[in-house]
């Protein structure tokens, strides 16, 4: 999620090998579309890429389509 996710964290859960779920929320202008699709070459189907957006971003209009 860190093409989508607010920044200033220094990615600390890549950098010990997890993955960014967003937990400092999403930035105002982001590129939805395209986090759906890099989620999407990684094989993830549409409800769990929904999933991914709705764990820590529940509020976002993008995490209820
Ligand atoms: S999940 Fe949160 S703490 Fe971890 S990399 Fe993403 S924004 Fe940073």
Known sequence: MGVVARAGCGAWCPSFGGRCYACRGLISDSNNKAAKDIL?????????????????NGVYDVAKE
């Open 40 to 56: 999407d070459e990684f094989g993830l189907t549409l409800e769990q890429i929904m999933t991914e957006f709705r764990l820590f």
